[in-house]
């Protein structure tokens, strides 16, 4: 089993930036492709950013290009998103998520986390 854990999520005013974590601890999971996802209220969750641990491009979404950059550090087992030039539209549950392959459906990853909060106000 793999346990996804996100931090980061807060209050931040428009123009800001905040910088989420996603842990990942129990068994080994080099090989897998880690993805970001957010959920605003009302609306269905979108996917917005992928990368491998062992490297490569990363994928984005249109709607984050050139603002959120995704990023990891295999010492430390944590992937990264990085966002900037925040926008109130941005207030979102985030979520990591573990899978082997890249997809862009949440519930095809095969290890979720919970998720962290982050609130733009305008």
């Known amino acids: 089993q793999v346990q996804l854990v996100e931090s980061g999520g807060g209050l931040v005013q428009a123009g800001g930036s905040l910088r989420l974590s996603c842990a990942a601890s129990?068994?080994?999971?080099?090989?897998?492709?880690m993805a970001w996802f957010r959920q605003a209220p009302g609306k269905e969750r979108e996917f917005l950013a992928a990368?491998?641990?062992?490297?490569?491009?990363?994928n984005y979404a249109d709607s984050v290009k050139g603002r959120f950059t995704i990023s990891s550090d295999n010492a430390k087992n944590t992937v990264y998103l990085q966002m900037n030039s925040l926008k109130p539209e941005d207030t979102a549950v985030y979520y990591c998520?573990?899978?082997?392959?890249?997809?862009?459906?949440?519930?095809?990853?095969?290890?979720r986390g919970q998720g962290t909060q982050v609130t733009v106000s305008s």
């Open positions: 998520a573990a899978n082997t392959d890249f997809r862009v459906e949440f519930y095809a990853y095969t290890y």
């Open positions: 129990g068994r080994t999971i080099t090989n897998y492709a």
């Open positions: 990368i491998r641990w062992l490297g490569g491009s990363a």
